[in-house]
């Protein structure tokens, strides 16, 4: 087995072993905001680091535009996360190509887990990158048919136990 590099970590997915990136998070709380994806992408998973496609870049390059992020000389994104109080999780761990959508049964076997990173470290904001997760969630985990909108959705905040912010990725 090779050496994990950046943020990988090796995880038990039923009967096999997959390489994912790691939960990035404080050891406690509370902080400023958790940003939930959906799952990584195998060419994050590869470079060790959330969000280094095209979609991934634009958020980040976002966050540093609305100076929400800031990073220093070589240091990758998802490593200045926590100075900000920040943190970072998937709702479902085993890496996925885009367009590749996880089952309703795996986003309801991966929310217990981000759940529990939520009631721990109190964050101000839930921030997710892709509005369809967002959405997804709410329908398979908690049995709503509401949609939530790009922004700020308040109807979701009681829901979650934080704000809520549904980001709009390009293309998506």
């Avoid at 479902?92 to 759940?115: L, Q």
Wanted: charged residues 25%; hydrophobic residues 35%; positive net charge.
């Amino acid at each position: 087995m090779r050496t994990c590099i950046g943020n990988q970590e090796r995880i038990r997915v039923g009967r096999r072993t997959v390489i994912t990136l790691r939960d990035l998070v404080p050891e406690r709380g509370p902080i400023r905001m958790l940003i939930i994806g959906k799952t990584p992408l195998p060419e994050s998973v590869k470079a060790g680091h959330y969000f280094q496609g095209s979609h991934g870049q634009f958020l980040w390059g976002e966050l540093r535009r609305y100076g929400l992020l800031r990073t220093h000389d070589g240091e990758c994104e998802d490593d200045g996360l926590i100075r900000h109080g920040y943190g970072i999780t998937d709702v479902v761990k085993a890496p996925r190509a885009s367009g590749d959508e996880p089952s309703a049964v795996e986003y309801r076997a991966g929310w217990p887990a981000v759940a529990a990173i939520i009631e721990r470290l109190e964050p101000e904001l839930l921030f997710w990158p892709y509005k369809g997760a967002l959405d997804t969630v709410v329908r398979r985990v908690f049995g709503l048919r509401e949609k939530a909108r790009y922004g700020f959705n308040p109807k979701l905040n009681r829901l979650f136990g934080a704000r809520v912010f549904a980001f709009g990725m390009p293309g998506t």
